[in-house]
């Protein structure tokens, strides 16, 4: 069975990744799992440029109504736009995650 997955990559603006992490850490990532996503990766790239994070889904269905709730809360809406001014350029891909298998 494959859980679907978001794999999320931020483009840091120069000089703010420190800045994108703390907010990460102490906002975004309590919010994102308070409305029910989990987040088993966060990475930076080698350079120093890129936040990389993955969130979990049941489902398409399960994706739209977790990420509803976060999107619709007042503190999205309330800081949405300075979220986003931490970086230049984000993707988001859909990805199915294959179980572990033991050897």
Not at 18 to 27: K, S, V
Not at 53 to 78: G, P, V
Not at 81 to 98: C, G, K, M, N, P
């Amino acid at each position: 069975m494959f859980m679907l997955a978001e794999l999320r990559t931020y483009t840091i603006n120069t000089g703010m990744l420190y800045q994108w992490l703390q907010l990460f850490d102490t906002e975004i990532a309590p919010r994102t799992m308070s409305a029910g996503m989990d987040i088993p990766v966060t990475a930076v790239n080698h350079e120093n440029t890129k936040f990389i994070w993955i969130r979990t889904f049941e489902n398409e269905t399960d994706l739209k109504i977790k990420e509803a709730s976060f999107s619709n809360s007042e503190w999205w809406k309330n800081n949405v736009d300075y979220v986003r001014s931490h970086f230049a350029r984000r993707t988001i891909e859909l990805i199915h995650l294959q179980p572990s298998q033991s050897n």
